[in-house]
């Protein structure tokens, strides 16, 4: 089974800074890397997939990199609605999918 | 656009059983494969089981591999989750998910909170 640890747990940050959200697999994952974002009592978004691909929709302030075991989940500029929870997701070896722990993003 | 609705949910015993649904509308639902995905309400995502668009695949986490089974009905384009032998430990929110592609989930429904206590 691929672990996915997501670093940091807690990221505080005010309004307009940048947010780098971290995301290691166990594994070499190829490209089959996903990111999610979750509102509070709100399912799971869909954000980026394919380490870097935006999903329709998605602000092109959200980008992903990465490759191999180490991912990256960058929000260039933060708005008040991206204080929430986000989760990698790997496909590269399964069943089963596996799920990072998250990292929520809070205002300082 | 899609959407997903899940049923089903409630309160049930220890060791009953209890099936969910999940109505998918918006999308060609027997061309995809779709996903069972648990959450305890508060904690991270667990995905359960899968099912492929014909149905001729299921897998499942291992920890309810034998007491749960993935189904569909592609002519009412609705997802089943039968689940067996309930533990306190699947309490949680199941979502239902649309499957993109090698198992990201495209599309997600609200979600069903399964209660399993005495």
């Known amino acids: 089974e691929i672990v996915l640890t997501q670093s940091p747990a807690t990221l505080s940050l005010s309004p307009g800074e940048r947010a780098t959200l971290s995301c290691r697999a166990s594994?070499?994952?190829?490209?089959?890397l996903a990111w999610y974002q979750q509102r509070p009592g709100q399912a799971p978004r869909l954000l980026i997939y394919?380490?870097?691909r935006r999903a329709t929709g998605i602000s092109a302030r959200f980008s992903g990199s990465g490759s191999g075991t180490d991912f990256t989940l960058t929000i260039s500029s933060l708005e008040p609605e991206d204080f929430v929870v986000y989760y990698c997701?790997?496909?590269?070896?399964?069943?089963?999918?596996?799920f990072g722990g998250g990292t929520k993003v809070e205002i300082k | 656009q899609v959407q997903l609705v899940e049923s089903g949910g409630g309160v049930v015993q220890p060791g009953r059983s209890l099936s969910l649904s999940c109505a998918a509308s918006?999308?060609?639902?027997?061309?995809?494969?779709m996903h069972w995905v648990r959450q305890v309400p508060g904690k991270g995502l667990e995905w359960v089981a899968f099912?492929?668009?014909?149905?001729?695949?299921?897998f499942y986490v291992d920890s309810v591999k034998g007491r749960f089974s993935i189904s569909r009905d592609n002519s009412k384009s609705t997802l089943f989750l039968q689940m067996n032998i309930l533990r306190p430990e699947d309490t949680a929110i199941y979502f239902c998910g649309v499957d993109g592609d090698w198992g990201r989930l495209d599309y997600w429904g609200r979600g069903t909170l399964v209660t399993v206590s005495s």
């Open positions: 099912i492929s668009s014909d149905a001729s695949s299921q």
């Open positions: 997701q790997q496909g590269g070896d399964w069943p089963p999918l596996t």
């Open positions: 394919d380490i870097s």
């Open positions: 918006g999308l060609r639902f027997n061309k995809k494969g």
């Open positions: 594994q070499s994952i190829t490209r089959k």
